[in-house]
């Protein structure tokens, strides 16, 4: 670059802020981020679960009873690098920092940002509790009512409660009088910020990262699908059908009886059965009947400690100009260096990372 006093970390001090800037989803769940040297992807961490308490009724004979707090842990394996990369040659008309920073950096960050956002939200797939109705948009004040009735339904803390909807849906919510009418909501930032805040004690965001789940093609010719035969608090279901052909996919949400359980892998029916893996374990007799949810938009409603984002440090490579800079947990690599086979001189910059579900039970999938 011929503007050499540009180093890579101006770069990397100038580009994390702006990236954490433009994280949604990580930012409302549980960040694990304690340093742990340079890692690098395929690395398999330990992330500690916030402990799980109960508060019991005291007796004077029995006394109190002691709970165990040792922490457990959740191995995560570190298998995602977001990367932006770009030619030397293509930065060159920036002839001061600012001007690099418009071209190169802050797009760097949003594109960096969007794809992590979106890797984030696939974890709407290990969600088995729902809400709403597949294929129509939330757009109403009930809305809201019905997920604060599903996590409370699962006795999720009230406190710091979060939703991330996709564009769609926070579109039809900015209309709702009660929350940009000042004289109803008492407030008028919802009119002028175009935010919908805080209701019913969920703090809502918007991102354009909202996952659509596209649900298997499981089909049956005639009646309807059903067990084919009983099962008491299993994670592994055979399900049957007249003419039952098709597929499960991973994050499909079935309703057998008056429970919900989610599809935890990829599924293929053979001789008119599949065998589903499902969580929670399910228990249910013999030709008891199983509704199948189809594609909608995953919006989730959910507690901070459901969900982890864990992240570590890259590691410098040799031989090249390099720096890694950390911010409030989240570490970025700048690297320029030189691509000999196919001649050009690159610069880099990438953040390792992974997520984890942590407690399904803290969230809701909000179907639109």
Known sequence: MSNSFISVKQIARETLPRLIDNLVFPNLIYRDTLPAGASKKGDTVSVRRPVKLVAE???NETGVTSQSITEDAVNVKLDNIATVDAE????????DFDSLTKLFIEPAAAALAEKINSDGLELYRDIPYIA???GETPAGLSDFAEAAFMLD???VPTSGRRAVWSPEATAAFKQIPALINAEKCGDTTALRSGSIGEV?????YMTQAVRRHLA???SVTGGS???SADVTSSDTVVLGGTGLAGSLVKGDVLKIGTKTAVVTEDAVASGAKITAKVYPAVSASAGESVTLYGDHTANLVFHPGAFAFVTRPLSTPAGVESYVTTYNGISLRVVRGYDMKFKREMLSMDVLYSFATLYPELACRYMG
């Open 57 to 59: 009724n005291f007796s």
């Open 88 to 95: 030397i040659t293509a930065l060159e008309s920036a002839l």
């Open 132 to 134: 709403g109705a597949a």
């Open 153 to 155: 339904t699962n006795r």
């Open 200 to 204: 019913f004690g969920i703090s809502n």
């Open 216 to 218: 298997g093609d499981l």
């Open 225 to 227: 699908v059903t067990v």
